[in-house]
């Protein structure tokens, strides 16, 4: 078996899951999460 070396392209630093239609987040570049951007929908 040859080795091998794995290069990610992407790297996600923040990952949110929530119910469809649940909340209405204003997303930002450098992925920061602020409270008062999340409101309900």
Request: hydrophobic share 45%.
């Amino acid at each position: 078996m040859e080795d091998r070396a794995l290069i990610p392209t992407v790297i996600l630093q923040t990952v949110w899951a929530a119910k469809a239609d649940t909340l209405d987040m204003l997303p930002r570049v450098d992925q920061e999460t602020r409270a008062y951007a999340i409101t309900p929908e």
